[in-house]
């Protein structure tokens, strides 16, 4: 059973910085492709970025330059480094396996993340 801990989240100031990680079992952590996405009130879950079993990354453009993701096989965490942070990147965020690959039908509770000043 897929099992997925998302944690990290917070309230950040504009142009500030948080670190999400999340903590995944119950599948071949070290040869999933992983991805952060995330959801705010309204709107539909978007990819924000993901990470190939062996470290290849792909962003959105909306925070490309701007996070990071990263994986740790050993300990079946997968983090993303969010910096200069706006407004708009509020939002529930979610990890979980890439769905370009698997059809995803369980969800970890998520992080909320709010910038505001």
């Given at each position: 059973?897929v099992?997925?801990?998302e ?9 500030g ?5 999340c ?7 070290s ?6 996405y ?47 942070l706006?407004?708009?990147d ?28």
């Amino acid at each position: 059973q897929v099992q997925l801990v998302e944690s990290g989240g917070g309230l950040v100031q504009p142009g500030g910085s948080l670190r999400l990680s999340c903590v995944a079992s119950g599948f071949r952590f070290s040869i999933t492709p992983m991805a952060w996405y995330r959801q705010d009130a309204g709107k539909e879950r978007e990819e924000v970025a993901r990470v190939t079993g062996v470290g290849l990354t792909h962003y959105s453009d909306d925070v490309q330059g701007r996070f990071t993701i990263s994986r740790d096989n050993a300990e079946n965490t997968v983090y993303l480094q969010m910096n200069s942070l706006k407004p708009e990147d509020t939002a529930t965020y979610y990890c979980n396996r890439d769905r370009t690959y698997y059809q995803i039908n369980s969800w970890g509770q998520g992080t909320q993340v709010t910038v505001s000043s």
